[in-house]
């Protein structure tokens, strides 16, 4: 049995050129977002002009926390569920994402080098579920 893969939410992220999140800046302003948005939220920008934008990439780590509980529906997760690590990430091109945290953890530590990867976040059936994580770089 061989193991298919499949975005856990279509549209999000991709592995074209690289692991990446799909999202929109705003070329007036430079503001990033992320998903994607029609509009600039920014209220000190003059000119909405959004762009869609691939982010991805190493960052640094800003922020991490330890999830030791289930998190309750309609999120979905292999049982049995283990412990794992979140992490905020500033990405080198200027935008901040929360995601897991995946692979060895020694060493983790605020203002660590991280990449974005894409890797399994659930299964169902013979199928893997992905999205974007981080892992130590």
Not at 82 to 109: E, F, H, S, T, W
Request: some cysteine; hydrophobic content about 35%.
């Amino acid at each position: 049995m061989s193991e298919q893969s499949a975005p856990c939410v279509p549209g999000l992220f991709g592995n074209e050129g690289g692991a990446h999140v799909l999202g929109s800046r705003c070329t007036s302003c430079g503001t990033p977002y992320f998903p994607r948005t029609p509009d600039c939220r920014n209220p000190d920008c003059t000119d909405s002009k959004i762009e869609d934008c691939r982010f991805g990439g190493k960052g640094v780590l800003w922020s991490y926390s330890t999830a030791d509980f289930a998190p309750p529906p309609p999120h979905k997760f292999d049982l049995p569920f283990k412990p794992y690590v979140i992490g905020v990430v500033d990405l080198a091109n200027g935008l901040r994402l929360v995601g897991q945290m995946c692979g060895a953890l020694d060493g983790l530590k605020v203002g660590a080098q991280v990449e974005l990867v894409l890797d399994a976040l659930y299964h169902e059936g013979d199928a893997a579920r992905g999205t974007w994580k981080f892992k130590l770089a």
